[in-house]
């Protein structure tokens, strides 16, 4: 086969996006194999049970529903019996509602100036994916345009260097703070939220807080105890996971505060068009199905277990770090479904960087060091990496050098091997759609790749552990530092640091 036969088999589009897979290290033949290991791995069935609400999220006992979140009105998507859709639009609603009336100062702060700036705090899947979003959206006119005079900030770490630098240059008078946790309980978020209730409390009195604070939760009792009025809260479902939650309350209001709702709305039409063709396309037409099969070969045949995400656009810089959470969290598992543990490694090593930044920075590795398979992702209305697939898979060789006149000594330097796999996904343009589109082609990859590993992509038992160890050690410097109790409880190498950071910390 030709190389331009080759390429031409190894293209398909849909709603405007190009995905060329030419430069894996794979053929038709590979392909049909990893469609038998789809049905071997009951894909086309899971696919399905994702989308019926089924529980499949089975040690959490949910289902995995964030579909639903993007659904049209007028859709039926049943868990439990009952249509979630109509649920997921009275939230839609709201938010439409009351972002409305904050842009248009119809719902004003407390000394009665518009809020025009807005501070979302959360962490991980309440952060990850709306900074993505909010980013890359910087390059829509339309959202440029709604967003004149407006800022959105977001807070996550507990550093206090990150409260000092959310709330630089802003007035509590004329900011809105989001607290959104899923869970309302975990720590960071919290301390965060204390400390912007705080500074609205001390500059305005306490009873701005009302007007100052909403939240967006799973747990409305929680935020209610916290002092904020269940009618500002902003719902979301338990099946929804947090890494999949962007399209819920937890994106849509922050960014419909910044960008107005009628963006966002186009965003989420988006993403329900890669949700329906997921659902519905032919394995060998479907972008998901085949870059999470492209994916399983490589980690799992090829043997290679990192992914370099690589967008060349400078307004998807926070697409890498997005994804590593919703690909490493939902994949980097050590059992199957059934609690089995796997004779085999899941998950990749994501790591990435708008192009041409990361060229200048580890691109090096990947041409001549480890084999990275990477994904070359470009809009046809900004700069195209074109060249970089073909010097990854052709490589050159000490032949070409010769010719070219190299002096000996640096033809193994100048050598490339060649044979690097690569992919690219060509969008139209990075609008509010596009960005939609995007998110949910790489959401279902990646449930792909669990579903025909045989595990769970949709709990994170890993994180869960590190919380409550984290908790355990904050109580134990509580008690120590308040009450003076003795380091007790832990081995020898954390008692020796606790020890220590509780002397050096003292003076
Ligand atoms: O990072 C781990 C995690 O459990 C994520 O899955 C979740 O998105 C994040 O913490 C934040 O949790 P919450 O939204 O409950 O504050």
């Known amino acids: 086969m030709s190389d331009t036969e080759r390429c031409k088999s190894m293209m ?20 049909n194999k990893l469609y038998n290991l789809a049905e071997a791995a009951h894909l086309k069935e899971k696919i399905n049970r994702m989308f019926n609400g089924e529980r499949i999220n089975s040690t959490e006992n949910r289902p995995v529903l964030h579909i639903a979140l993007r659904a049209p009105r007028d859709s039926v998507i049943n868990s439990d019996g009952k249509n979630v859709v109509p649920d997921v639009w009275q939230v839609l609603d709201k938010i439409r509602d009351f972002s409305e009336r904050v842009r248009s100062g119809a719902w004003v702060g407390d000394t009665g100036k518009v809020l025009k700036d807005v501070i979302a705090i959360g962490i991980g899947g309440s952060f990850l994916g709306p900074l993505f979003v909010h980013t890359s959206l910087q390059t829509d006119p339309e959202a440029i345009e709604f967003a004149r005079g407006r800022q959105l900030r977001f807070l996550a770490n507990v550093d206090p260097i990150d409260v000092a630098r959310n709330i630089a240059g802003l007035n509590p008078e004329t900011t809105l703070v989001v607290v959104v946790s899923k869970t309302f309980t975990t720590a960071e978020t919290m301390l965060n939220a204390r400390t912007l209730r705080e500074w609205i409390s001390a500059a305005l009195g ?4 009302a007007k100052h604070m909403v939240a967006v939760s799973t747990n409305l009792t929680l935020v209610e105890k916290f002092g904020i009025d269940p009618n500002n809260a902003f719902a979301f479902w338990d099946w929804v996971g947090g890494r999949y939650s962007v399209c819920s309350a937890v994106g849509v209001l922050p960014l419909s505060l910044q960008y107005g709702f009628s963006v966002v709305e186009k965003f989420l039409k988006g993403a329900s068009s890669i949700d329906q063709h997921f659902y519905s396309a032919p394995f060998e037409k479907n972008l998901p199905v085949l870059l999470g099969l492209l994916s399983v070969w490589n980690v799992s045949f090829l043997g290679y277990p990192a992914r370099a995400i690589l967008p060349y656009s400078q307004a998807l810089e ?40 990361g060229q200048h920075s580890f691109y090096q590795l990947i041409h001549q060091g480890r084999v990275i398979p990477c994904d070359f992702i470009g ?13 990854l898979a052709y490589g050159k060789t000490a032949e070409q050098l010769l010719k070219e006149n190299v002096p000996h000594p640096l033809i193994p330097h100048k050598t490339f091997s060649g044979n690097r796999p690569s992919l690219s996904l060509l969008l139209p343009s990075l609008n509010a759609y596009n960005i939609g589109q995007l998110l949910a082609i790489y959401e279902h990859r990646i449930a792909v790749e669990g579903f025909v590993w045989g595990i769970n992509s949709f709990d994170q038992w890993g994180v869960e552990l590190g919380k409550s160890l ?28 606790l020890k220590r950071y509780l002397e050096e910390s003292a003076d």
Not at 324 to 341: A, C, L, R
């Open 12 to 31: 398909v589009e849909f709603d405007g996006i190009l995905l060329d897979y030419s430069r894996q290290i794979a053929n038709l033949d590979t392909l």
């Open 379 to 391: 809009t046809v209305k900004s700069q195209q990496p074109v060249y970089l697939k073909d010097a």
């Open 206 to 209: 306490p009873q701005a807080v």
């Open 318 to 357: 926070k697409f890498a770090p997005h994804i590593q959470q919703v690909s490493m969290e939902s994949n980097g598992k050590g059992v199957s479904i059934d609690g089995v543990p796997l004779p085999y490694e899941t998950g990749e090593i994501d790591f990435g960087e708008p192009g041409t930044n």
């Open 470 to 497: 984290a908790t355990q050690v904050r109580k134990q410097l509580h008690a120590s530092r308040k009450k003076g109790e003795p380091v007790e409880g832990f081995n020898f190498s954390t008692t020796t640091m």
